[in-house]
């Protein structure tokens, strides 16, 4: 038997076929992690990506994404294959990084100079993605200027530290930390990063929250919830969500917040200081050294054997010497000027060293 994608049949003179086509996979692409990457559609059409931008000429036409802004690829193919309109690029507007329903704003840049650029977008730039077909991208054009969503600090640098919001409030920051103590409050959406619930918690009032939890993105980075909380008696605590990057707490200052003590860990480092030179010193009778203040002596050497182990102590008795002179000082000796030492050498180098 024929196999099942590949029937023929004999119908007269004619051979009629029937062919099994296999669609083309889609690719899905995800934001933020693609600015200034060139990606291809399911069509095979090059785009240059920018999420949280616009672009820098007006839209010809307005269709539907229903599940993210991938749906745009398909939607500005279909525009170009109508025949009316060549779309160029588009930007998504919906919901933030593109990952959900939205508006694909359709473009052509044939007609506006020939190129497209990408600009910052007017409105909560998370929530738009734009892409240009890589033809009639000008990036000397971009005015484009990237989205910082953690003005205010980023975990988790911002651990342990006290940051001012855009209203002039102090938050003690607690990365990866929850909060015990205080009274539940209210949990109103972060789009961006745990920083936009300082301006919740700050409209809300001082009386209502005094502190929150941010629960979202790894290091509070990306949409979340702000979980606000009121009252005295708040403090950090360790979280016992499985993910704790994904938690930012914030208590407002002062009164000074407090951590839960962290494990301690106790780094040792012993610094020994360095064996002793080994001598150098060769006694030499009546040679004139001179010391390490450039003082001179005159060395004159002796030894004796003493005690019944017959150990041998040798003395080195030092004269100053007149600087510069090399002859001994004839001046009186004084305390000051007179200067005598001993040094005690082992047998084995007075073996090798005395002269």
């Not at 200081?273 to 006694?283: F, G, Q, R």
């Not at 102590?313 to 004839?330: D, I, N, Y």
Request: net charge negative.
């Amino acid at each position: 038997m024929a196999p099942l994608s590949l029937l023929t049949r004999l119908a007269g003179s004619a051979l009629l076929f029937t062919i099994s086509v296999r669609a083309q996979a889609v690719t899905t692409y995800q934001c933020p992690g693609l600015n200034n990457a060139t990606v291809n559609d399911q069509y095979s059409n090059p785009f240059v990506v920018q999420c949280q931008a616009s672009t820098a000429i007006s839209q010809y036409d307005v269709q539907t994404a229903a599940n993210s802004w991938n749906d745009c690829f398909t939607q500005c193919q279909a525009s170009t294959a109508g025949g009316t309109q060549t779309c160029t690029s588009f930007t998504y507007g919906g919901a933030a990084n593109g990952a959900g329903s939205g508006n694909c704003y359709l473009k052509n840049a044939i007609p506006n100079g020939g190129t497209d650029s990408f600009t910052t977008s007017s409105g909560n730039v998370i929530d738009f993605v734009s892409a240009i077909r890589t033809p009639y991208y000008n990036s000397a054009g971009n005015t484009y200027v990237a989205f910082n969503p953690t003005p205010y600090g980023s975990c988790p640098g911002a651990n342990g530290t006290v940051i001012t919001d855009g209203s002039s409030y102090q938050y003690e920051v607690g990365c990866a930390y929850d909060l015990t103590g205080g009274t539940g409050g209210a949990s109103p959406a972060a789009a961006n990063s745990w920083n936009d619930c300082l301006a919740s918690c700050d409209s809300a009032g001082a009386t209502v929250c005094t502190a929150f939890v941010y629960l979202g993105e790894a290091n509070g980075v990306g949409a979340g919830t702000c979980y606000q909380k009121g009252g005295s008696g708040i403090s950090f605590v360790n979280p016992t969500n499985p993910n704790p990057n994904n938690l930012v707490a914030a208590i407002r200052y002062p009164p000074a917040a407090s951590f839960p003590a962290p494990p301690v860990v106790t780094t040792s480092t012993t610094t020994s200081a360095p064996p002793p030179a080994a001598t150098t010193d060769v006694c030499v009778d009546q040679a004139v050294d001179t010391d390490a203040n450039g003082v001179q002596y005159q060395l004159h050497c002796s030894s004796d054997t003493q005690g019944s182990t017959g150990v041998a102590k040798h003395t080195v008795t030092r004269t100053p010497v007149e600087p510069g002179s090399g002859h001994l000082v004839v001046a009186p000796v004084e305390s000051a000027t007179s200067r005598t030492a001993s040094k005690t050498w082992l047998p084995a180098h007075l073996a090798r060293s005395l002269v």
